[in-house]
Structure formats: structure tokens, C-alpha cells
Nanobody
Framework: QVSLMESGGGSVQAGGSLRLSCAAS????????MAWFRQAPGKEREGVAA?????TTSYSEPVKGRFTVSLDNAQMHLEMNSLKPEDTAMYYC???????????????????WGQGIQVTVSS
């Protein structure tokens, strides 16, 4: 059974940086893709960034140029720079197997999820 474990996160002032990590186990050796989603109180879960194990990435418009997703031996990282208060949310790691030319940012395309980790950006 696939398991995902997030780490990192915490609190930072606006303009600061944070790094999230997600360690995946038992994803296998076939094509797979992983993503970060976030959900703020009272809002829907939204895709932030995604990456495949064959090197393609996707980013949502609000984070382009500020966030960078990377993958290293089934451990996904999210470097978050120039953080804004509106980035405050619970961040979730997600994963699934299969092929996409560009990894999706729709939650419905992922079947494995982590427990989530809080990111708080103060103004």
C-alpha cells in the first residue's frame, strides 16, 4: 500500500520561504506523478504544483515563479519563496501511477493522499 508522509511547513512572515517534503513509499518503478494541493478554511482544495517521475511539471497560476517542485527518489519537495498571507493553508501531498504529458492539478486524478501539513504566512 502506498503511503505519503509530509514534512516541513510551519509559520513564516510574508516574503519569507519554506520548504515542504513528501516521502512516498511503494509507488513502484512505473510511471507515476505527485502533486501538492492546499486547502484554506472555507475554500475548496486546489492544486498547487505537480511533477512526474519522467520530469514534467505543472504549476497553478498563483504560485508560478514563486514555488518550485522537485522529485528525488520518490521524495517530492516544494520550495516556496516570496510567500504571501494568501498562501496560508493546509498543504497535502498526493500521488498516483500512470502517464500524463503534464501532471494534472485536479484532485480527482489522485488516489493516494497524505495527512496534510499546515503553512501559515503572517503579514
Amino acid at each position: 500500500q502506498v503511503s505519503l508522509m509530509e514534512s516541513g511547513g510551519g509559520s513564516v512572515q510574508a516574503g519569507g520561504s519554506l520548504r515542504l517534503s513528501c516521502a512516498a513509499s511503494r509507488l513502484g518503478d512505473t510511471n507515476y506523478y505527485m502533486a501538492w494541493f492546499r486547502q484554506a478554511p472555507g475554500k475548496e482544495r486546489e492544486g498547487v504544483a505537480a511533477i512526474t517521475n519522467y520530469g514534467t511539471t505543472s504549476y497553478s497560476e498563483p504560485v508560478k515563479g514563486r514555488f518550485t517542485v522537485s522529485l528525488d527518489n520518490a521524495q517530492m519537495h516544494l520550495e516556496m519563496n516570496s510567500l504571501k498571507p494568501e498562501d496560508t493553508a493546509m498543504y497535502y501531498c498526493a500521488a498516483d501511477t500512470g502517464y500524463w504529458r503534464a501532471p494534472p492539478l485536479r484532485a480527482s486524478e489522485y488516489i493516494h493522499w497524505g495527512q496534510g501539513i499546515q503553512v501559515t504566512v503572517s503579514s
